[in-house]
């Protein structure tokens, strides 16, 4: 069974500075990652997805991951970080094949304090 | 291009009573899930529907949940009777195909309040 670990429930940071926030799975075949962004009261929204290929991942708003597959990680990171950034922000992986729903990660909190 | 629709957004009731919520995936997309999202927690699937027909329910609580999706389209998940630790909020997705590394794309959810 495939699992996610997110290592920090609340990252606080100073608006324009940089952020990881780190994601670590556990999966003994191949799979695909994710992350989405919840803003307060919304659904959740694609930021970036892993398939394939590149391990350097550009998404919307920034936001770029890593996937290092012998440390199955896939941290966020951004380089400077704004206001409109806070937000909580899930980890999830599926696959490697077929009809496979996502598993998410607790989740971490970003707090971006100006 | 419309979104996932839900409704209704907010629902506040007792324990032991029941409750529905109603989900219009986006059109053409054949794959429609129900998550649960626990304060704090990440979202957990409860239901996966392929068209109509159910592809995954191993996480739904069947003594007391249900849901149906009767004509491959919209969607409808029952709690009878309530539990305080349903309090939650209730996502529904869609997804083209339901295939492994698609996006899944979110509703704003429900969220359910059970004093």
């Known amino acids: 069974a495939q699992s996610v670990t997110q290592l920090d429930s609340q990252v606080p940071v100073f608006e324009e500075a940089p952020v990881e926030l780190r994601c670590n799975y556990s999966s003994s075949v191949s799979v695909y990652l994710f992350w989405y962004v919840q803003y307060p009261n919304q659904g959740l929204q694609l930021l970036l997805k892993y398939l394939s290929g590149s391990t350097l991942v550009k998404g919307i708003n920034g936001f770029e991951a890593e996937f290092n597959k012998s440390q199955t990680s896939f941290h966020l990171r951004k380089p400077s970080v704004h206001i409109s950034d806070t937000a909580e922000y899930f980890c999830?992986?599926?696959?490697?094949?077929?009809?496979?729903?996502?598993?998410f990660g607790k989740g971490t909190r970003l707090s971006v304090i100006a | 291009e419309a979104g996932v629709a839900q409704s209704p957004r907010y629902k506040i009731i007792e324990k032991r009573q029941s409750v529905a919520f109603w989900c219009n995936p986006i059109s053409g997309h054949a794959t429609l899930y129900w998550y649960q999202q626990i304060l704090g927690q990440g979202p957990k699937l409860l239901i996966q529907f392929q068209n109509n027909g159910v592809v995954d329910d191993s996480q739904l609580p069947k003594d007391r949940f249900s849901a149906e999706r009767l004509k491959g389209v919209d969607s409808t998940l029952k709690i009878q009777p309530a539990k305080l630790e349903d309090s939650a909020v209730y996502l529904c997705a869609s997804s083209l195909r339901g295939l492994a590394g698609e996006i899944e794309f979110f509703g704003p959810g429900t969220r359910l309040t059970v004093l």
């Open positions: 999830a992986v599926s696959g490697p094949s077929g009809n496979t729903p996502l598993v």
